[in-house]
């Protein structure tokens, strides 16, 4: 198994990120393999209604 963890904090290295590596680090010792993935701190948004996926498969 694998879990993805990820940092939402627009500070990469700050406490999101000190948390998740104990959390890494406890799943770790449990043989679960862990990343972690920073999303960065440009805005994430939902759909916007403009059916592009439409034509896309």
Do not use: Y
């Amino acid at each position: 198994m694998k879990v993805l963890l990820v940092n939402g904090s627009p500070h990469k290295n700050g406490c999101t990120h000190t948390a998740l590596c104990e959390v890494g680090r406890a799943l770790n010792q449990n043989e679960i393999d862990t990343d972690i993935f920073w999303i960065g701190v440009k805005p994430i948004a939902g759909c916007t209604g403009c059916h592009s996926c439409d034509t896309k498969k």
